[in-house]
């Protein structure tokens, strides 16, 4: 199927662990983006890439590790997941540099 | 700071009313984003402009870019508009994305 697919939907981890949340696009959009979502903060980009291996930070990149070897994927890692991580993240994906034409369902991350 | 303000954080209406959600931003832009985000939490992008006026259906987004303000109007609200909308800036380099906190919104039969 078409579109842009997460996952798992929910995770429930432990302190310390290394969790990767995946995002999979279908239409071979040249941007993905990786955001996170809190009450009161709104959402926050973590990380966009442009293109198969080139990344960059967002506002809130701390504790997350990307990679993207190829176009369609973009994983995100958290290396030793900590509390404060437990969020909902959404990936998004476009074709030109705006903020993610095309979201994800999202992944709602609860670290205990 | 909040780069990105939006009024009112929640809003109920009756069925059929014209709704208005603003949005204010601070810094510099090369475009604005209104999304809407469902009970569900699946997020859809609504408008990206960068100048004046653009209308969808019911949907009409207008922006100002000397105020730096932007407005979303709904015309003849219905309970499937209960959402979250959400105004978004984007800035001059990739990472320059900042979001407002949205506006819950509320349609009562």
């Known amino acids: 199927d078409a579109g842009i697919t997460q996952s798992p939907r929910y995770k429930i981890t432990e302190t310390g662990r290394q969790v990767t949340l995946m995002c999979h696009q279908t239409?071979?959009?040249?941007?993905m983006f990786w955001y996170r979502q809190d009450l009161g903060h709104g959402l926050r980009l973590i990380y966009y890439?442009?293109?198969?291996?080139?990344?960059d930070k967002g506002e809130v990149s701390d504790g997350y590790v990307v990679s993207r070897s190829k176009t369609e994927n973009f994983p995100l890692t958290l290396e030793s997941a900590t509390r404060s991580q437990t969020s909902v993240y959404f990936c998004?994906?476009?074709?030109?540099?705006?903020?993610?034409?095309?979201f994800g369902q999202g992944t709602r991350l609860t670290v205990v | 700071k909040n780069e990105v303000e939006q009024s009112p954080q929640n809003l109920t209406a009756q069925e059929g009313e014209f709704i208005t959600i603003n949005c204010s931003y601070s810094?510099?832009?090369?475009?604005l984003h209104w999304l809407q985000q469902h009970p569900g939490g699946g997020i859809v992008s609504l408008f990206m402009?960068?100048?004046g006026k653009k209308k969808h259906g019911r949907l009409i987004a207008t922006i100002n870019i000397q105020e730096k303000h932007s407005s979303l109007h709904i015309t003849a609200s219905h309970p499937r508009d209960s959402a979250v909308y959400i105004c978004?800036?984007?800035?001059?380099?990739?990472?320059?994305?900042?979001f407002g906190t949205g506006t819950s919104l509320t349609v009562i039969p």
């Open positions: 810094v510099g832009i090369s475009a």
């Open positions: 890439s442009a293109a198969a291996d080139i990344t």
């Open positions: 239409w071979s959009h040249s941007y």
């Open positions: 402009l960068s100048s």
């Open positions: 998004a994906s476009s074709s030109g540099l705006v903020l993610g034409a095309f």
């Open positions: 978004a800036v984007a800035g001059w380099t990739g990472n320059q994305f900042y």
